[in-house]
């Protein structure tokens, strides 16, 4: 084999392993562009939920007191001070099962440099 028959071998190998390599750099930028995207969507939903529920919640809770103030004001307390706890940890417990099933963060990129491992191995 002649040595500019090696030396355009070589570079075709480095140029291809240079595209590989932004591919899948580009890759990586899409993913990390899309879990910031789905984050920050979801964490500003997140707070406005709590927001309007919790002025919901106090006022209802307020209602409630006042309506029943002169008979069971603190059964009435008792009452909405437990229904709150158990729904503030069912939520809690949902959050942390969501969080757990969550995708992982650059699947697509790593099966990808998973393949193009295989491939190489051949």
């Known amino acids: 084999m002649s040595q500019e028959n090696l030396l355009s071998l070589i570079?075709?190998?480095?140029?291809t392993g240079a595209s590989i390599a932004q591919t899948r750099l580009e890759l990586l930028s899409v993913d990390a562009q899309i879990?910031?995207?789905k984050f920050i969507s979801?964490?500003?939903?997140?707070?406005s939920a709590l927001f309007f529920l919790f002025f919901g919640l106090i006022m209802l809770a307020l209602l409630?007191?006042?309506?029943?103030?002169e008979t069971d004001r603190m059964m009435a307390l008792g009452l909405l001070t437990s229904a709150f706890l158990v729904i503030g940890l069912i939520?809690?417990?949902?959050i942390m099962q969501s969080l757990?099933?969550?995708?992982?963060?650059?699947?697509?990129?790593i099966a990808e440099l998973a393949k193009d491992r295989e491939e190489l191995s051949r």
């Open 11 to 15: 570079k075709n190998l480095a140029s």
């Open 35 to 37: 879990a910031r995207s």
């Open 42 to 47: 979801l964490l500003v939903m997140i707070i």
């Open 64 to 69: 409630i007191v006042i309506y029943s103030w």
């Open 91 to 94: 939520l809690a417990l949902l």
């Open 100 to 109: 757990r099933s969550m995708p992982k963060l650059f699947e697509a990129s």
